[in-house]
Structure formats: structure tokens, C-alpha cells
Nanobody, 115 residues
Framework: VQLVESGGGLVQTGGSLRLSCAAS????????LSWYRQGPGKERELVAT????????NYKESVKGRFTISRDNAKNTVYLQMNSLKPEDTAVYYCSLFKSGRRYWGQGTQVTVSS
């Protein structure tokens, strides 16, 4: 299993970013995927999850209405569209897969929101 995130960067408050996670090593469409984040001095937290077929998604309360998780099963890629970004969204964002009793992580991508 390999998960490779990209798309992070520095953005001003109110700005947008789209994160991507390219996946390989497993049958992509069979598995739900998640985005987590870990802010400075904070524990890692679940941000959003999407089912294998993409028909259902769930979000952390504080990002509802601002973030959208989606996937392209033809490209083996999951996305996180982040709008109306706030300084408290500053974190390293990780793509994650739970498969066969084990959680897999990408290397993370840094998102910094300046005030």
C-alpha cells in the first residue's frame, strides 16, 4: 500500500486549497478512505471519510460546509477540497486507509493558513 499526498501550501484566511492523495497497492474502489490532520501541539484528528463507491461521506463538525471529500476511482485518487480556510485549519494533512486490521498513512502534506 502506498498513499502519496500533495497540494498543501500557504494560503490566506478565506482561501482555498485542494489536496490529492494518489493510492496504489490495493483495489482502490473496494475501500473507504479518510483524511486526517494534526495541528501544532495537537493530536491527529479525523477530518473526512468517503466510502469506496463514493456514495457517502462524513465530516468533522468544524469543517462541514467548507470541506468536500471526493474520489476518482479511475485515477485511484482521493481529494479534499478546502474552502473558506481558517488559521485553525493549519495542520499536516494525512490520507489514510484501514485495511486488513491495519491503518495505513501517507507522508502528509502541510497546510498553513495565515491570518
Amino acid at each position: 500500500v502506498q498513499l502519496v499526498e500533495s497540494g498543501g501550501g500557504l494560503v490566506q484566511t478565506g482561501g482555498s486549497l485542494r489536496l490529492s492523495c494518489a493510492a496504489s497497492g490495493f483495489t482502490f474502489s473496494n475501500y473507504g478512505l479518510s483524511w486526517y490532520r494534526q495541528g501544532p501541539g495537537k493530536e491527529r484528528e479525523l477530518v473526512a471519510t468517503i466510502t469506496g463507491a463514493g456514495g457517502s461521506d462524513n465530516y468533522k463538525e468544524s469543517v462541514k460546509g467548507r470541506f468536500t471529500i471526493s474520489r476518482d476511482n479511475a485515477k485511484n485518487t482521493v481529494y479534499l477540497q478546502m474552502n473558506s480556510l481558517k488559521p485553525e485549519d493549519t495542520a499536516v494533512y494525512y490520507c489514510s486507509l484501514f485495511k486488513s486490521g491495519r491503518r495505513y498513512w501517507g507522508q502528509g502534506t502541510q497546510v498553513t493558513v495565515s491570518s
